[in-house]
């Protein structure tokens, strides 16, 4: 069936350094959309992106979506404590249903 | 006001016990979804309703029923629970069903069998 992966499973930064995580879908996708999830929290929404190649930026954060729409990457430049969390990507399961996420990434970040 | 809400927060009952969670959202959104996270964080999706019809349910125990008496409320059965069952149950809904609309999630219910 379809799958959703995610490198790597866990990432510590120090404070200020840049951390990437990446997705890779087995299959074609429409879009890719991007959650992040707080320790203890809940998955809350951050970015969709629908066309080959697309470049997105909020303020510290980069998403990137494959030429071939089966790869994404969440890139953040100069990390805070407050991007601690785990950071998953997502693509519609086939015929459109429900979102597969990936396995996510989890961040930590000391001062 | 929250925009889908879950009920229990937390949950800590006996092996073989039934037991219920409620969501309701009120953003008007079409699509409605459970999704089970396990201790590692996976996401797994459960079922899916669009307004009030299941489209979608993956390979969950049958002691797991959904039920959508609107299209604004999903709520979720278990009986017999097991110890495994033990997870956070998200809710979440989103405009359309086709997957190309963001979520949004309740808070979800941690629920602990002993």
């Known amino acids: 069936g379809q799958q959703v992966m995610q490198i790597p499973q866990y990432q510590h930064v120090q404070e200020g350094e840049d951390f990437t995580t990446y997705c890779n879908s087995s299959?074609?996708?429409?879009?890719i959309q991007w959650y992040k999830q707080r320790p203890g929290g809940h998955p809350v929404f951050l970015i969709q992106?629908?066309?080959?190649?697309e470049v997105k930026k909020q303020k510290r954060l980069t998403f990137q979506f494959g030429e071939a729409k089966k790869n994404s990457s969440l890139h953040i430049t100069a990390t805070q404590t407050t991007d601690v969390g785990t950071y998953f990507c997502?693509?519609?399961?086939?015929?459109?249903?429900?979102?597969?996420f990936g396995k996510g990434t989890t961040l930590s970040v000391s001062s | 006001d929250t925009a889908v809400s879950q009920t229990p927060k937390y949950l800590v009952t006996q092996m073989g016990n039934d037991k219920s969670i409620k969501c309701e959202q009120n953003?008007?959104?079409?699509?409605m979804y459970w999704y089970k996270q396990d201790s590692k964080k996976f996401l797994k999706i459960m079922f899916s309703?669009?307004?009030?019809?299941?489209?979608i349910n993956e390979t969950v125990p049958n002691r797991f029923s959904p039920k959508s008496p609107d299209k604004a409320h999903l709520n979720l059965h278990i009986n017999s629970l097991e110890l495994g069952d033990s997870a956070v149950y998200f809710c979440?809904?989103?405009?359309?069903?086709?997957?190309?609309?963001?979520?949004?999630f309740g808070s979800g219910t941690r629920l602990t069998v002993v």
């Open positions: 979440a809904s989103s405009q359309v069903r086709s997957g190309r609309h963001g979520y949004t």
């Open positions: 299959t074609t996708l429409s879009n």
């Open positions: 992106l629908v066309k080959s190649g």
């Open positions: 997502a693509g519609p399961g086939q015929a459109g249903t429900a979102l597969i």
């Open positions: 953003l008007g959104h079409d699509t």
């Open positions: 309703y669009n307004n009030k019809e299941l489209i």
